[in-house]
């Protein structure tokens, strides 16, 4: 079956630096979703990418979708603490039928 | 605000035991899901169902039922629990009128001695 992996699995990074997320799949990608789980909490969702090529910010955060649509990336500007926990990306695969990718767990040192 | 409700946050159950885990949304969603959470494996959907009394396998069913008798309340069940079922589990719901961001619960976290 479809897999979607992660890359990096882990990510400590200085207060102030960016940070990267990519998520790859040995198959074309059809919507990808990114959540984010705080430590001790649950997947919220942050995005939801549709098309090839499609790029979309929310403050510090800019997410990019592949234009072959076999990968996804998140970025993050200026790393902040409250940024610390792990990094989901998600794929539609079949209707309302979700797969996770693996997370990459991001830690913010002060 | 949407709410998706997990009847328990921790849990700690025998080998055999059969284990019930619930989940109630309340924002008339069709579509409810139950995932496991494990370290460096990512979610893993179980079951999923898109109806009442509807209900499709995931990636990794072996080992569980489930449950959707009325659209609010979906529940997972451990027959006879094994030790590899520790886990935490993963409740969530998605509104069926487009694709969109699922909801989750805070998640039951399940030990099996």
Known sequence: ?110 | DVKVTQSSRYLVKRTGEKVFLECVQDMDHENMFWYRQDPGLGLRLIYFSYDVKMKEKGDIPEGYSVSREKKERFSLILESASTNQTSMYLCASLAGTRTGELFFGEGSRLTVL
């Open chain 1, 1 to 110: 079956g479809q897999q979607v992996m992660q890359i990096p699995q882990y990510q400590h990074v200085q207060e102030g630096e960016d940070f990267t997320t990519y998520c790859n799949s040995s198959t074309t990608l059809s919507n990808i979703q990114w959540y984010k789980q705080r430590p001790g909490g649950h997947p919220v969702f942050l995005i939801q990418l549709v098309k090839s090529g499609e790029v979309k910010k929310q403050k510090r955060l800019t997410f990019q979708f592949g234009e072959a649509k076999k990968n996804s990336s998140l970025h993050i500007t200026a790393t902040q603490t409250t940024d610390v926990g792990t990094y989901f990306c998600a794929d539609e695969v079949g209707t309302y039928k979700y797969i996770f990718g693996t997370g990459t767990r991001l830690k913010v040192l002060a």
